[in-house]
């Protein structure tokens, strides 16, 4: 008998500044742990932002806080693992909210599963992507594709992946991404010199999240749809 797949619901949240998407998942992970809501996917797009996670170096860092007022980009330092990292227009970012008590509570596993989930879409378009012994993210040749840090809490997942689709590159020449480098950051548009439709790399994107992980997704319309109403609201 085939065991049941576990549901997973998947909401494309569109285009959000960094801190509403921020926000949202701590409200989804606390949810989560209270077995409130399923499992969760999360798709957006940011607005130009830079993160720095709990392994930043300041260095990293190659412009004031003031420049990139300036430019218009956001910075926060938040608690995910990992460096620096840039997210922006024609980037594709997904926010699993994910109980590893369901999936072996084996961290290295989810990275390494988040990995592949990005190279088997990679390979759609005929990119040789695959990892890097010693670097989390994906990589094809020396180019970093996609950046992945993550935070636990309680086991319920949160942060996740950022893929660069048609991303313009020059602005990770603002920081030294992840803390890397000797090796530059590419994108699908790099690699294949033409662009990709988003919405077509979103559903590749879907479709792998649920094969790896062993999940039926469920799309939602919006967010508002899964999370609970306050106790007293109708």
């Known amino acids: 008998m085939t065991e049941k797949l576990k ?35 999360l798709f957006t797009e940011h607005n130009p932002v830079i993160t720095m996670g709990r392994a930043s170096s300041a ?10 007022k300036k430019k218009n980009i956001e910075l926060f330092e938040i608690e995910r693992g990992g460096d620096v990292t840039f997210h922006g227009l024609g980037q594709l970012v997904i926010y699993p909210i994910l109980d590893l008590n369901e999936h072996g509570r084996d961290l290295h596993r ?18 040789d992507a695959g990892a890097k012994e010693g670097l989390t993210g994906v990589w094809a040749g020396n180019h970093k594709l996609a950046a992945i840090g993550v935070a636990v809490s309680r086991w319920i997942t949160y942060h996740g992946a ?31 010199g033409d662009e990709v439709d988003p919405d077509e790399v979103k559903n590749r994107l879907e479709k792998s999240f649920a094969n790896t992980f062993d999940f039926i997704i469920e799309p ?15």
């Open 162 to 192: 950022a893929l660069n689709i048609n991303t313009d590159l020059d602005y990770f020449k603002l920081i030294t991404p992840c803390g890397i480098s000797e090796f530059p950051v590419g994108s699908i548009k790099s690699m294949i």
């Open 59 to 68: 260095g990293n860092l190659l412009c004031s806080p003031e420049e990139l």
């Open 7 to 41: 549901k997973l619901v998947s909401v494309d949240l569109g285009r959000t500044d960094y801190k509403t998407a921020w926000d949202l998942q701590k409200k989804l992970v606390e949810l989560r742990q209270k077995e409130e809501i399923p499992d969760v996917l």
């Open 110 to 127: 989810y990275l390494r599963n988040l990995e592949k989930t990005i190279i088997d879409v990679l390979k759609e378009y005929g990119i």
């Open 220 to 234: 939602a319309e919006s967010i508002d749809s899964i999370v609970p109403e306050p106790a007293g609201c109708r």
